[in-house]
């Protein structure tokens, strides 16, 4: 069953203090740049959080809003190119017409 994220692309979230895995990233804040829902039943949600040093996976547990936004064009990319997916799974890069 579907549910609502509780959190919104670009806002900024902090990292609880709670998995030992994230231990590195603890009390550090960061905007969400990508998130996913998992539609097996478990209905978890799971956020892609952009740090200075990278990017971390982290599950809507482990965070805690901020209350702020980060402005979402310091996060869109500065070139980007078309690609097309071939039938081996491989992707080809689309040429401007």
């Known amino acids: 069953m579907y549910r609502n994220s509780r959190f919104e692309f670009f806002e900024i979230v902090k ?7 994230l231990e590195v990233i603890w ?8 998130k996913s829902f998992a539609d097996d039943g478990t209905n978890i949600w799971a956020y892609s959080l952009s740090f200075q040093d990278g990017d971390w996976f982290v599950f809507e547990e482990d965070l805690e809003s901020t209350g702020k ?3 979402p064009d310091d996060y ?5 190119v078309r690609v097309t997916v071939l ?3 491989s992707g080809k890069i689309i040429e401007d017409d």
């Open 15 to 21: 990292v609880k203090p709670l998995n030992k895995e």
């Open 27 to 34: 009390r550090k804040d960061a905007p969400i740049t990508a």
């Open 69 to 71: 936004f980060a402005n």
């Open 76 to 80: 869109k990319p500065v070139d980007s």
């Open 87 to 89: 039938p081996d799974g």
